[in-house]
């Protein structure tokens, strides 16, 4: 009870210290399981292509019109008053907009309360944080506990509620949005021959992502034609299904934490390859996988899990060491390895390297032209959690740079 009220009044404080700033901006929530930070910055994109300043606060990082860094806080959603602040300074630099990604646990802790929010967005839902919520239904719960919040905000203006349509969550969803303006939207309305999709937006996880922030973009008035040219040129999110390397083998880069992010993951990687073999795959070709699971002492029911998955969809697997934080990394690795085994697929090549760097080694050794070196789980997580609070810098894509590097020389 006492850290309810804790987190209550520091929200509180923080909005009266800085003058309740989002009453002079636009402020847009998004929440849900996966795919958050992407429609941030799609929507970041498109805002910028119609000329509007924007700030965004997410897991990736954090910008104020033009000046950007990445996240190193280790919090998607900061509390201590840090969104405060964080909007104080974006009406401060003539921005518009906030783009701020809601965390199942920041609701929890009162960091949404006291934003005056325009508009609500809704990506998904999938098991997630399950241990820390005790249960998928109180989950959901805190998720929900976001859009009941801000349609019960009283302003002039309507509130906007943008929920996936295609989700089995979806009226849950749209019950907790109550009076508001519901947009509903769904990856059936984009389509290659409306938009033209980069390679960084591919699968189909991504038109999801991409219908998400046109029905916001839309709202705002802008154009289609901007739309469609702020995907067309749309760079890609960092540490999310990141191409490092093209040819003569691919390797790529992903955030994908869950069974669900990562088999979606699996699937969109497959279909690069020719319709032959097992899930899709070549004889002359292999899907190599480096993975662990995110992180210790908690969402342990989910090992196993990813494990069956891997199995399901690679031909090598390399398991390593994520955020072991106080949990046995061994043992951890043990719990993924035990889906494998329990697969109805056999992983003739299964390596458990607890050294992270050593183990995407190995993986990139191992890959042959035509190859796919998948490595999931850090994406641009600037750290590595062990032990007793320890933490050591980490670049996953620096760190697959200079191993292809070394390969080549």
């Given amino acids: 009870m006492f850290s309810s009220w804790y987190h209550f009044f520091w929200s509180f404080f923080g909005a009266l210290f800085f003058g309740f700033p989002s009453n002079r901006i636009f402020v847009l929530g998004v929440t849900g399981t996966k795919g958050k930070s992407t429609v941030l910055e799609l929507v970041n994109a498109i805002l910028e292509a ?10 990736v990082r954090i910008k104020i019109d033009q000046q950007s860094q990445k996240n190193y806080i280790g919090n998607t959603m900061p509390g201590r008053a840090f969104i405060q ?17 809601v965390t199942s646990q920041g609701v929890l802790q009162h960091r949404h309360r006291f934003i005056n929010w325009g508009a609500a967005l809704f990506t998904n839902l999938a098991p997630e944080h399950i241990e820390a919520h005790k249960g998928f239904e109180n989950y959901r719960k805190a998720k929900g506990d976001f ?20 989700d089995s969550s979806s009226q849950y969803f749209i019950n907790a949005a109550n009076d508001g303006k519901i947009i509903l939207y769904s990856k059936s309305e984009i389509s290659n021959s409306l938009f033209a999709i980069p390679d960084s937006l591919k699968g189909d996880f991504n038109r999801e992502n991409i219908a998400a922030a046109a029905a916001f973009a839309e709202s705002q008035g802008i154009s289609e034609e901007t739309i469609k040219n702020a995907i067309k040129n ?49 004889q002359n070709s292999k899907l190599i996988c480096v993975l662990g699971s995110a992180g210790g002492g908690r969402d342990k029911w989910k090992r196993p899990k990813m494990g069956e998955i891997a199995a399901k969809y690679c031909d090598e697997i390399i398991l390593t060491n994520e955020d072991s934080y106080d949990e046995n990394p061994n043992q951890i690795l043990s719990e993924i390895k035990s889906g494998i085994q329990n697969s109805e697929f056999r992983i003739q090549n299964l390596y458990e390297i607890l050294d992270r760097k050593e183990a995407i080694g190995k993986a990139i050794s191992s890959a042959q032209k035509g190859d796919i070196v998948i490595i999931t789980g850090k994406g641009c997580e600037p750290w590595l959690h062990l032990e007793k ?10 760190t697959v740079e200079e191993v292809l590097q070394k390969k080549k020389s």
């Avoid at 119609?50 to 897991?59: Q, V």
């Avoid at 801000?150 to 943008?162: D, E, H, I, M, R």
């Avoid at 320890?390 to 894509?397: L, S």
Wanted: proline share 7%; net charge positive; aromatic share 10%.
């Fill in 389 to 398: 609070g320890k933490k050591i810098p980490w670049n996953e894509k620096r």
């Fill in 85 to 101: 602040s964080f909007l104080r300074q974006a009406v401060g630099a003539g921005c518009e907009y906030a783009l701020i990604e």
């Fill in 50 to 59: 119609a000329g509007k300043k924007t700030a965004l606060l997410s897991s």
């Fill in 147 to 166: 859009f009941r919040y801000v349609s019960g905000q009283k302003n002039p203006a309507k509130k906007l509620f943008f929920i996936n349509k295609d």
């Fill in 234 to 282: 749309f760079p890609g999110v960092p540490g999310r299904m990141e191409t490092i390397q093209e040819k003569p083998f691919k390797v790529v880069i992903d955030y994908a934490h869950t069974p669900d992010s990562l088999e979606k993951v699996y699937q969109t990687i497959n279909s690069k390859l020719l319709p032959a073999g097992r899930q899709g795959k070549t």
